[in-house]
């Protein structure tokens, strides 16, 4: 491309080159022609607003960029059996990259949307048997299946955004069942202490209070224990793992106390709930322990950047579960833009990750001599 066609071709706003002639910017949406497309541009300015006003918020500096495109590129093309296994070839001290070889790029996962087509057709097909043929053993089957269908894929979703890809998935495995169970007996004892529930503001925040330290402080055992782990996204993957396995067993739970018609939300509404919540403090105990030259402190859960996001994903669970803003459509509005927080929260968490992983490479370029590379467990 020459250089005058390259200009031509290039986004008035953001500067994207627009390689495939389309009247709109594929990175940003604007009119290449320069007349601002005031919906799209409007959205796209007050979400790039908030994210950096939550960034700086919970400490963080510079711009947050917003790369949906690129996050989701891959979830819609085919991908070959070799491609889905190299997914899963890590966390070995054979597979594990070393610091100069970690991606920098935004990560591109895919594999956790096939997860998710696998986990619901089982569903599908485990509700016809136990509904529509009475099978009654199906019950158990139906139930435990329903209840992985979303916390499950996103806990992948992290898992593939994890770039150091120093963890492999049987650890993660064993975060999911352990973590799920410890956060849940943390939770119960707390429970024994503070009152909580649903409905009124007050019940419902000191839900959130009771559930997030449960979660949080589990997720911190693990971190503890894991000493050669010490990434932002690193934190990000194994409180996923916690609060995905929460997010399963208390799902399974539900079905059986309330009837299937609760999986189905649960399932579509998981991407804003427990598994992101805890997945964003696993992150933000990272943030802390590198200002503490990463020796764990449980004082550090307490401090920093870790109280800041803990407080945040407290206030967002509490108003989740209360109804003071209305039921029906008001509901769906609230689950709505409460998803939509989060979302741009985890955004703000992989931008701090890689440019933690940048920070390391360009270290490691100047003074090779002065790191060690990662012994893995």
């Given at each position: 491309?020459?250089?005058?066609?390259?200009?031509?071709?290039?986004?008035?706003?953001?500067?994207?080159?627009?390689?495939?002639?389309?009247?709109?910017?594929?990175?940003?949406?604007?009119?290449?022609?320069?007349?601002?497309?005031?919906?799209?541009?409007?959205?796209?300015?007050?979400?790039?607003?908030?994210?950096?006003?939550?960034?700086?918020?919970?400490?963080?500096?510079?711009?947050?960029?917003?790369?949906?495109?690129?996050?989701?590129?891959?979830?819609?093309?085919?991908?070959?059996?070799?491609?889905?296994?190299?997914?899963?070839?890590?966390?070995?001290?054979?597979?594990?990259?070393?610091?100069?070889?970690?991606?920098?790029?935004?990560?591109?996962?895919?594999?956790?949307?096939?997860?998710?087509?696998?986990?619901?057709?089982?569903?599908?097909?485990?509700?016809?048997?136990?509904?529509?043929?009475?099978?009654?053993?199906?019950?158990?089957?139906?139930?435990?299946?329903?209840?992985?269908?979303?916390?499950?894929?996103?806990?992948?979703?992290?898992?593939?955004?994890?770039?150091?890809r120093n963890i492999d998935l049987m650890t993660i495995l064993k975060i999911f069942f352990l973590g799920g169970i410890l956060s849940l007996l943390i939770t119960t004892l707390?429970?024994?202490?503070?009152?909580?529930?649903?409905?009124?503001?007050?019940?419902?925040?000191?839900?959130?209070?009771?559930?997030?330290?449960?979660?949080?402080?589990?997720?911190?055992?693990?971190?503890?224990?894991?000493?050669?782990?010490?990434?932002?996204?690193?934190?990000?993957?194994?409180?996923?793992?916690?609060?995905?396995?929460?997010?399963?067993?208390?799902?399974?739970?539900?079905?059986?106390?309330?009837?299937?018609?609760?999986?189905?939300?649960?399932?579509?509404?998981?991407?804003?709930?427990?598994?992101?919540?805890?997945?964003?403090?696993?992150?933000?105990?990272?943030?802390?322990?590198?200002?503490?030259?990463?020796?764990?402190?449980?004082?550090?859960?307490?401090?920093?950047?870790?109280?800041?996001?803990?407080?945040?994903?407290?206030?967002?669970?509490?108003?989740?579960?209360?109804?003071?803003?209305?039921?029906?459509?008001?509901?769906?509005?609230?689950?709505?833009?409460?998803?939509?927080?989060?979302?741009?929260?985890?955004?703000?968490?992989?931008?701090?990750?890689?440019?933690?992983?940048?920070?390391?490479?360009?270290?490691?370029?100047?003074?090779?001599?002065?790191?060690?590379?990662?012994?893995?467990?």
């Amino acid at each position: 491309m020459s250089q005058d066609s390259q200009t031509k071709n290039t986004c008035p706003k953001c500067n994207f080159v627009n390689d495939i002639g389309s009247p709109y910017c594929p990175n940003c949406g604007s009119n290449m022609d320069g007349e601002a497309n005031s919906a799209v541009n409007t959205a796209n300015e007050f979400l790039g607003n908030f994210t950096n006003k939550l960034n700086s918020m919970t400490g963080g500096t510079g711009t947050v960029e917003l790369r949906v495109r690129d996050l989701f590129s891959q979830v819609f093309k085919s991908h070959t059996r070799q491609e889905a296994e190299n997914v899963f070839a890590c966390g070995s001290l054979a597979t594990t990259p070393k610091i100069k070889d970690i991606s920098r790029s935004w990560p591109k996962p895919w594999y956790f949307s096939r997860v998710f087509l696998l986990l619901l057709i089982s569903s599908l097909a485990s509700y016809i048997m136990l509904f529509n043929f009475n099978i009654g053993n199906m019950k158990p089957a139906y139930t435990f299946i329903s209840a992985m269908v979303g916390p499950v894929p996103v806990m992948f979703f992290f898992f593939e955004c994890n770039s150091p890809r120093n963890i492999d998935l049987m650890t993660i495995l064993k975060i999911f069942f352990l973590g799920g169970i410890l956060s849940l007996l943390i939770t119960t004892l707390l429970g024994e202490f503070l009152p909580s529930g649903e409905g009124a503001l007050i019940p419902s925040m000191l839900t959130g209070v009771v559930e997030e330290l449960g979660k949080v402080l589990a997720t911190a055992y693990f971190i503890k224990e894991m000493k050669d782990k010490r990434y932002i996204l690193n934190g990000l993957l194994i409180g996923g793992a916690v609060g995905a396995g929460f997010a399963v067993f208390e799902t399974a739970g539900y079905i059986l106390s309330y009837g299937p018609g609760i999986a189905f939300i649960r399932a579509v509404l998981a991407i804003g709930g427990h598994v992101s919540w805890a997945g964003v403090t696993g992150a933000a105990i990272m943030i802390v322990l590198k200002k503490n030259n990463n020796i764990f402190n449980w004082n550090l859960i307490w401090s920093g950047e870790s109280l800041r996001f803990l407080i945040l994903v407290i206030v967002l669970h509490g108003l989740w579960d209360t109804t003071v803003f209305g039921d029906g459509l008001f509901e769906l509005i609230k689950w709505g833009v409460l998803c939509l927080i989060i979302c741009l929260t985890i955004m703000v968490i992989l931008n701090r990750g890689l440019k933690e992983i940048n920070e390391l490479i360009r270290s490691n370029q100047k003074s090779p001599s002065l790191f060690l590379e990662e012994s893995n467990s």
